[in-house]
């Protein structure tokens, strides 16, 4: 058996006294897809943020890439949690591009700053990356006028700059216009395609359906069914699931 790349067993989660996150156990093998659904506020994005330590569990144990981020519900300490950072990549709805510097600038600030990589490997590097997601020709470009499916882009291959192991995918595409939901998700597919291992929240049941190895259901905090995209997709087990899809027709 290979090293699952990310281990969540009993995780536990809340702000105040409300608990957002209750108990959940996923196990994330290497290569594999894991697209999570579910309403909003289901607490999909706290999720993925405990993953990397952005958000403190108070329960239950998260190792990602055979760091611990939470022990029995002991976070690690933050200098540990750095390193973890480094080796998940995470993209967010919002691009959070850096305005004032160019395209192919942000892509090689952080393998320069934090991995100590020469500026011309970095260069190079980035240069591919930007060709990998179609926009080889925007390298001197500002973030500001680039379209919203092109600054995501960016973001992803600012991501992968890191050479991470794992990559974390919040609503990628749900601030675009539909226009431009196809040019990200299809950066995405070609990702799982070359076996990076990847956890995908996102409100696209098509795109779910054919990218996802397994499909995660959250609701109220808890994963209500796992499974195959065939069984989740075609026969639900759990009456939440149901009502969940009959919202996304
Ligand atoms: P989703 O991504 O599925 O929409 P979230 O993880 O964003 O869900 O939120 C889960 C629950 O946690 C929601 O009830 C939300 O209001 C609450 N929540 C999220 N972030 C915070 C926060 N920083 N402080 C307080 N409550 C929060
Ligand atoms: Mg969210």
Redesign the pocket.
């Known amino acids: 058996m290979t090293e699952p790349i990310v281990e969540v067993s009993g995780l536990r989660k809340s702000?105040?006294a409300?608990v957002?996150?209750k108990d959940l156990d996923l196990s994330v093998a290497p290569s594999q897809v894991v697209v999570v659904i579910?309403?909003?506020?289901?607490?999909?994005?706290?999720?993925?943020?405990c993953l990397n330590g952005l958000?403190k569990a108070e329960g239950g144990t998260v190792k990602v890439c055979g760091r611990p981020v939470v022990e029995g519900g002991r976070m690690m300490p933050e200098a540990m949690l750095d390193l973890l950072r480094a080796e998940v990549g995470m993209v967010f709805q919002s691009f959070n591009l850096f305005p004032h510097l160019t395209v192919l600038d942000n892509i090689t600030l952080a393998p320069t700053c934090l991995r100590g990589m020469s500026r011309k490997a970095a260069q190079q590097q980035a240069l591919q990356l930007l060709e990998k997601v179609g926009l080889a020709h925007k390298a001197k470009a500002y973030p500001g006028t680039l379209s919203g499916g092109q600054k995501q882009r960016v973001a992803i291959a600012r991501a992968l700059a890191m050479e991470p192991q794992v990559m974390l995918f919040?609503?990628p595409t749900s601030a675009l216009d539909p226009e431009l939901v196809g040019e990200v998700l299809q950066v995405i597919r070609a990702l799982a395609a070359e076996g990076m291992t990847m956890i995908i929240?996102t409100h696209e049941m098509g795109f779910a359906r054919e990218v996802a190895d397994v499909v995660v259901v959250?609701d109220h905090?808890s994963i209500v069914e796992a499974g195959p995209p065939g069984a989740i997709f075609t026969a639900p087990q759990q009456a939440r699931t149901r009502s969940f899809l009959q919202t996304m027709l």
């Open positions: 702000f105040g409300h957002v996150l579910g309403p909003s506020g289901s607490g999909k994005s706290t999720f993925l943020r958000e919040d609503e929240v959250m905090g």
